[in-house]
């Protein structure tokens, strides 16, 4: 029996060419007096650090405060830390006193990945008592912070004890995602509160499914993913239907070829195709695809999908729901550093940029 699937309907909202829909969610929800929003954003070096908080700022006015999370990573390259420090400037100047800014080590003293524990253990001390609404911009956070970060926020919304609404935000601009080039580190793992049983003695016999989002240029860190998973049974690449590049699932294609006949052994059949900007057409391809090796494998040794998001920042929060509602394992790999191939001053920056929103939970369901 197909499971029952815990945002479908699920209200959000997308900028593209017809439109500025979730601009305008912003302006109309947020600026009614009640609300007392909270936002939880990255302040490094991203240019989409500070742009969805102008707008809260300026539907919101005095009521909302701004938590910045800055990761820290040993040994940044002086451009970013010039970037970092840049922006946040602008979050003091804009959000004048109600603001803070939390630094969060993303590795330890001996290389262990610690980034996604720390955030948790800083929201377990966080005040949200008086707040209505609290928003995760993910425009210029990692993996390994954000996700830990709405899992937790998610189960205390569900209590309905402190506050209801939880929104994730994003300004969604692939071409950016694509120039910001990490430099991974030595081994994969998974997430921190996204092991999902993987590993387990529970888990030793059942038929492993790889979905792993594609994007040029990650060759090396989908290829610790693919050993640090010991062979998973199948792989269903997911490749992007891109409105500004419609040709960019064929070059995926190309560059991932060898993978694709050799180490990957991928059939045609199984590639899965997602709309980059939309979280949920993903988040419904995700659980498609789990539903149907539900009762392939019901009788014998059981299933486990395991997500690798590495796309883009939407479709990134389609693997995360899916991840949230089915307790898949999501495996990755953290980065020490980053390479931006963009320069600021130019239009690419702010070319394409189209703002996501998804309600997670509150007021707009039952």
Request: glycine letters at 6%; proline letters at 4%; aromatic letters at 10%.
């Amino acid at each position: 029996m197909t499971k029952k699937r815990e945002w479908i309907p699920c209200v959000n909202h997308r900028d593209n060419e017809y439109g500025q829909h979730a601009k305008q969610f912003i302006q109309d929800y947020f600026s009614c007096q009640k609300r007392r929003t909270l936002i939880l954003a990255g302040a490094g070096f991203d240019p989409r650090s500070i742009i969805i908080s102008k707008l809260l700022v300026e539907s919101a006015e005095n009521r909302i405060h701004g938590c910045f999370i800055r990761e820290e990573r040993p040994n940044p390259s002086n451009k970013l830390l010039k970037s970092s420090e840049e922006n946040v400037e602008n979050i003091k100047k804009l959000f004048v006193s109600n603001y803070e800014i939390v630094s969060i080590d993303i590795f330890s003293s001996d290389g262990a990945v610690i980034g996604g524990r720390k955030a948790i253990n800083f929201l377990k001390k966080f005040n949200f008592k008086g707040f209505t609404d609290i928003i995760v911009d993910i425009s210029a956070m990692s993996i390994g912070v954000s996700y830990p970060m709405i899992r937790h926020l998610y189960n205390i919304a569900k209590s309905n004890k402190i506050f209801r609404n939880l929104h994730l935000m994003v300004i969604d601009n692939p071409s950016i995602d694509s120039k910001i080039i990490p430099t991974a580190s030595d081994k994969a793992g998974t997430v921190f509160g996204f092991q999902g049983g993987f590993g387990l003695d529970a888990n030793t016999e059942a038929v492993k499914l790889w979905l792993p989002q594609l994007m040029l240029g990650k060759k090396g860190i989908l290829e610790k993913i693919h050993t640090y998973i010991s062979e998973p049974k199948d792989i269903c690449p997911i490749l992007p239907l891109s409105e500004s590049d419609p040709r960019l699932a064929d070059k995926l294609v190309d560059h991932y070829a060898d993978e694709f006949e050799s180490s990957w052994v991928v059939d045609e059949r199984n590639i899965v195709y997602a709309d980059e900007r939309n979280p949920l057409d993903l988040y419904r391809n995700i659980l498609r695809i789990d539903d149907a090796r539900k009762r392939v494998f019901a009788d014998i040794r059981g299933s486990m999908v395991v997500l690798s998001p590495v796309g883009s920042k939407a479709s990134a929060i389609g693997a995360l729901m899916a991840a949230i509602e089915r307790d898949f394992p999501v495996v990755y790999v953290e980065a020490t550093d980053y390479t931006t191939l963009f320069d600021e001053s130019s239009g690419q920056v702010r070319n394409h940029n189209r703002i996501v929103h998804v309600w997670l939970h509150g007021d707009a369901y039952p």
